[in-house]
């Protein structure tokens, strides 16, 4: 038989891979006899198999494809402990992390580089290089001259740890687990395998490097090669594009099924009648015979393949066959297409699909030797062009078996149509950004005691991709050792800076005049307005500065810019900060996102830097706590007045605020919230005063003798501080009576 002669043929030619191709010859001339038989070549399969086994099969890669790995080397789990005390008279909280090292075969041939990396079908590396997760990865492109991974030759030894040369793998170093489940996930990967989009004939010359290729330029995405010989693999395509194969002056030919540019079909000489018994009668007459087959009973034919439109997911496209009933051909095509590239392979095969069969049985008492199996030729008694499928030698003559070439008698090629791939959710692959920072402490809101400081963290990114940073404090505020305090989270604060400086307002009466530009760290945030009744509940507080603030108006000017007017001021009894503003100041929106920094943790927040590190820092970002005493200083006291007595003293009275007490109840008097009430009075600043009283009570009264010795150059105004246990309030100014 023919297969057995080719076989020999193409092994003697090319070694084993040679011989496969000659097995695809014969399989072409030995399906006209007894009938095909099903390849098992390349298939689709599912993206997310990911093996680790003895003997698995490594794929060839070709263009740029998605596909899973094996792993091939592994380390244990590492865990990690992380405790966190969750605030005063609260229990800490112990957390658990683990991390893994592997290293992960994609291709047996040698790859141009990674792209993206899927991890339980999520971004697990984004387009531009970055793992979403902590962790270090390094590939190998499987060139002959690629050194040992280092972690492994540390990890195994040098003697004991190949290089795996020829073979594409990638190691992870350290990766962390806890988005996954604690294990490793199960791994896909956008392979690189060549610079450019493949072709037919570059898959063909890479697996068979001495056959001559020509005419095969159908452009492909990609393929993937995982089982099976040479052969099978072009025996899959050949579903989608069919393949000649042919042997000629000892050089195997794979070419298109169609004639070779530049190479005139043979004209076969006349038929010539048998002399002895023949098959037919026609051909023991006239030397050959036609038949046609009836319609085949696919009407139309389909493309499965991996569409790159939607990250490689398997997709579907059918052509336009017949329109009376029959069966659908579906074409297994591990290949990477567009949808309109799988469309014209499945309306080419649809129309090819739509041709009854077309054979000649044809006897000849000579030939040319340059014709052989595969070669495409023309007979004096049938117009078009004809391929010999087989041929049998005998007595007294050569009866070839030819089939019409599908590239005449109007088969042609489909004409493009419409496509579309389908509704698709891709992963968001969000960049990661560098965090963003601000500590801060802010003043006592009534719960709790009041006696530690609340300080806060307000941390973001300039984007989604922004996954979050650990939290540390310097203690010692000069670099020294780190202390961790916590994560932020992943929800990201609205921070920012101010684009010009905030003018000073009365903080009794609403601002309506001042308007500040802020710009958000992130662009993809936005600011809300507040009716008057909301800001009152709390609504639209933000940090300015040392200033606290609300804000009724937020508008969108371009980008993360946003204008702010329509203010509250000074609340929280900062009123002491309205006139400190300068230009490129914090913005801060006081919300949930912040994060509460334990006391216990931070020491004395006037000399700690708050630290944080997250996957898109560089370097670790460290911030002061700015207005580190704002909670346990005592709020400055109002309504200042001097009065002038008849006598020529002056008597100073003033109102006194408590930490905490925000609500002003008629008929109720504030509380303290300090262990004593004691006041400093001083004329002049209470940092070099020319007179200083202390009193317990919100009076005192300056004699007229006290006020006459005053030197000429004093100042003409009192300052009064509240004393707290802890630190002395801003102070209060009053002028001197008239």
Same mark, same amino acid.
């Given at each position: ?221 990609g393929f993937s090669i995982d089982q099976g010989s040479a052969g099978d693999a072009l025996a899959v395509i050949a579903d ?95 290949? *990477? &297409?567009? =949808? @309109?590239? $799988?469309?014209?392979?499945? #309306?080419? !095969?649809?129309?090819? %699909?739509?041709? +009854? ?43 070839? *078996? &030819?089939? =019409? @070439?599908? $590239?005449?008698?109007?088969? #042609?090629? !489909?004409?493009?149509? %419409?496509?579309? +791939? ?46 979050? =940073? ?6 010692? #505020? ?228 006290q006020i006459a010795g005053l030197p000429t150059a004093a100042p003409h105004y009192f300052t009064v501080r509240q004393i ?15």
């Amino acid at each position: 038989m023919a297969t057995l002669l080719l076989t020999a043929v193409g092994t003697v030619f090319g070694g084993p891979l040679g011989g496969a191709i000659g097995a695809l010859v014969g399989r072409q001339i030995d399906t006209a006899i007894i009938g095909g038989r099903r390849v098992e070549g390349p298939r689709l399969k599912d993206l997310t198999v990911q093996t680790s086994s003895y003997g698995s099969a490594l794929p060839l890669h070709f263009g740029k494809m998605r596909a899973a790995g094996s792993v091939i080397w592994a380390t244990e789990l590492v865990e990690h402990k992380d405790t966190a005390s969750s605030g005063k008279g609260r229990p800490s909280v112990t957390s658990y992390t683990y991390s893994s090292s592997f290293a992960v075969a994609v291709s047996s041939r040698p790859i141009a580089g990674i792209g993206r990396i899927w991890a339980d079908g999520n971004l697990l590396r984004g387009a531009s290089g970055d793992l979403k997760v902590g962790g270090t990865l390094r590939i190998h492109l499987g060139h002959g001259d690629q050194a040992p991974d280092p972690l492994m030759v540390q990890a195994e030894g040098i003697t004991h740890c190949p290089a795996y040369r020829g073979l594409a793998y990638v190691v992870f170093e350290d990766l962390q687990l806890a988005d996954y489940g604690n294990r490793i996930p199960s791994l896909t990967f956008e392979i690189l395998a060549d610079t450019a989009d493949t072709s037919i004939g570059a898959i063909a010359r890479a697996i068979l490097p001495e056959a001559e290729v020509t005419n095969l330029d159908t452009s492909l995405a990609g393929f993937s090669i995982d089982q099976g010989s040479a052969g099978d693999a072009l025996a899959v395509i050949a579903d989608a594009v069919p393949i000649a194969c042919a042997v000629s002056g000892g050089a195997l030919k794979i070419h298109a099924a169609e004639p070779i540019a530049g190479i005139s079909p043979v004209m076969l000489p006349g038929p010539a009648a048998a002399n002895r018994e023949a098959q037919s009668a026609e051909i023991k007459a006239s030397g050959w015979s036609r038949k046609r087959e009836p319609l085949p009973r696919f009407r139309q034919c389909g493309v499965r393949y991996y569409d790159v439109a939607r990250d490689y997911q398997p997709g579907l496209q059918r052509g336009i066959g017949r329109s009376e009933q029959g069966d659908l051909q579906v074409i297994e095509l591990p290949a *990477a &297409l567009s =949808a @309109s590239a $799988a469309q014209t392979l499945a #309306g080419n !095969a649809s129309r090819r %699909a739509a041709r +009854p069969a077309d054979t000649i049985s044809y006897r000849v008492t000579e030939i040319d030797p340059a014709i052989g199996p595969g070669i495409f030729v023309q007979v004096p008694v049938a117009a078009g062009l004809w391929q010999i499928v087989q041929w049998e030698w005998q007595q007294d003559g050569v009866l070839l *078996a &030819l089939a =019409a @070439s599908h $590239a005449t008698g109007g088969v #042609g090629t !489909a004409t493009p149509i %419409a496509t579309d +791939p389908g509704r698709f959710n891709a992963a968001a692959d969000l960049l990661r950004t560098p965090t963003v920072l601000e500590a801060f402490a802010l003043p006592w809101d009534g719960t709790g005691s009041g006696a530690t400081p609340a300080a806060f963290a307000a941390a973001a990114g300039a984007s989604a991709g922004w996954t979050g =940073a650990a939290l540390l404090a310097d203690l010692g #505020g000069d670099g020294g050792a780190l202390t961790s305090i916590g994560s932020t989270g992943r929800t990201r604060a609205r921070i920012g800076r101010t684009m010009g400086v905030l003018a000073p307002a009365s903080p009794l009466v609403l601002d309506r005049r001042s308007t500040l530009d802020v710009t958000l760290a992130a662009s993809d945030q936005a600011l809300v307005d507040a009716s008057l009744a909301q800001m009152l509940q709390g609504a639209n507080r933000a940090r300015i500065g040392n200033e606290i603030v609300q804000f009724a108006s937020a508008t969108p000017l371009s980008g993360s810019v946003w204008r702010l007017s329509n203010w509250l001021r000074g609340r929280g009894g900062s009123e002491w900060a309205i006139d400190t503003h300068v230009a490129d100041e914090p913005f801060v929106l006081i919300e949930d996102a912040l994060v509460r920094l334990d006391p216990a943790l931070i020491g004395d927040p006037g000399t700690t830097r708050i630290v944080a590190v997250g996957l898109g820092d560089t370097a670790a970002v460290s911030v002061p706590i700015a207005d580190a005493g704002a909670t346990l200083r005592p709020l400055s006291p109002v309504h200042g007045n001097a009065a002038l007595q008849s006598d020529g003293s002056v008597a100073l009275t003033w109102i006194r605020r408590a930490r905490g007490a925000w609500l002003w109840l008629d008929g109720v008097e504030a509380p303290l919230n300090e262990e004593f009430e004691r006041w400093e009075i001083a004329v002049g600043e209470s940092t070099a005063p020319v007179l200083r009283w202390q009193t317990t009570s919100a009076t005192l009264t300056v004699t007229a003798a006290q006020i006459a010795g005053l030197p000429t150059a004093a100042p003409h105004y009192f300052t009064v501080r509240q004393i707290g246990r802890n630190a002395a309030s801003k102070p209060l100014r009053i002028e001197f009576p008239a």
